[in-house]
C-alpha cells in the first residue's frame, strides 16, 4: 500500500463552524506533513509531525489545529476559518527523514 | 535552508527533450534534490532524487554538477500529458529536518 488517503475529498464551511479534514497512510511513515495549496501557488507548509510528535510549526493560525492520534493518522481541525483559508489541503508522508514526500491527493475546502 | 529558484514557465513540443534548470546557490552538504511533478487539483508525485553526478530513472534524469549550486531535470521526448508544474526541492537526507519547502515551480506547457 503506497498510498496517502485523505478526506474529504471537497469541504464547504461556514466561518462559525468546526469541521476536520483527515488524512491515513499505512507505509510506516513515521514523518507526515500538512500543506495549504492557493490556486496558482506552490504547496505552503503548514505542520510537520515526526514520530506522532509535533515538529514544526510554520506560524499558522491557531484557528488550524493539527493532531496526530497515532502513526498511521493525521487529522487537521478547523475552526472560526475565514474565507481567504479556501485551498486545497494536502497531506503528505515520508519514512523519517529519507526519501520522498507521498501526497494524498488534497481535500479542497472552501469556506464562505 | 537551501532556497530554490526555477523558471516560472516553459513551453516545448511533443516529442522533444525538455530540460528544467533548478538553482540552489546554499545548498548544504547534507542536502539532496529531489523533483516532483503536479497536476491541476492533484498532490505533487515524486519524479527523481539525486546528491551528485547524475540519476536516472524510467522517466528522467537529473543532473547536478560537481558544486551542487544548482540542478537540472531532463524530460526525453515529452508527451501531451507531462503538461504540469514541476518542483525542486533540497532538503536534508537521513537528517533530523524534516522541513521540506516548496518553490515557486515551473509550468510546462507541451503543445502538438
Known amino acids: 500500500d503506497t498510498e496517502v488517503t485523505q478526506t474529504p475529498k471537497h469541504l464547504v464551511m461556514g466561518m462559525t463552524n468546526k469541521k476536520s479534514l483527515k488524512c491515513e497512510q499505512h507505509?510506516?511513515?513515521?514523518?507526515m506533513y500538512w500543506y495549504k495549496q492557493k490556486a496558482k501557488k506552490p504547496p505552503e507548509l503548514m505542520f510537520v509531525?515526526?514520530?506522532?510528535?509535533?515538529?514544526i510549526n510554520e506560524s499558522v493560525p491557531s484557528r488550524f489545529s493539527p493532531e496526530c492520534p497515532n502513526s498511521s493518522l493525521l487529522n487537521l481541525h478547523l475552526h472560526a476559518l475565514q474565507p481567504e483559508d479556501s485551498a486545497l489541503y494536502l497531506c503528505?508522508?515520508?519514512?523519517?527523514?529519507?526519501?520522498?514526500?507521498?501526497f494524498g491527493e488534497g481535500s479542497r475546502l472552501t469556506v464562505l | 535552508l537551501a532556497k530554490t529558484t526555477q523558471p516560472i514557465s516553459m513551453d516545448s513540443y511533443e516529442g522533444q527533450e525538455v530540460n528544467i534548470t533548478c538553482s540552489h546557490n546554499?545548498?548544504?552538504?547534507?542536502?539532496?534534490i529531489t523533483w516532483y511533478q503536479q497536476f491541476p487539483s492533484q498532490g505533487p508525485r515524486f519524479i527523481i532524487q539525486?546528491?551528485?553526478t547524475k540519476v536516472t530513472n524510467e522517466v528522467a534524469s537529473l543532473f547536478i554538477p560537481a558544486d551542487r549550486k544548482s540542478s537540472t531535470l531532463s524530460l526525453p521526448r515529452v508527451s501531451l500529458s507531462d503538461t504540469a508544474v514541476y518542483y525542486c526541492?533540497?532538503?536534508?537526507?537521513?537528517?533530523?529536518?524534516?522541513?521540506?519547502?516548496f518553490g515557486t515551480g515551473t509550468l510546462l506547457a507541451v503543445q502538438p
Open positions: 507505509m510506516g511513515h513515521r514523518a
Open positions: 503528505a508522508s515520508r519514512y523519517r527523514g529519507l526519501g520522498e514526500l507521498f
Open positions: 509531525y515526526s514520530y506522532e510528535k509535533l515538529s
Open positions: 526541492l533540497v532538503g536534508a537526507y537521513g537528517g533530523a529536518t524534516n522541513k521540506l519547502i
Open positions: 546554499n545548498i548544504a552538504t547534507n542536502d539532496y
Open positions: 539525486g546528491y551528485k
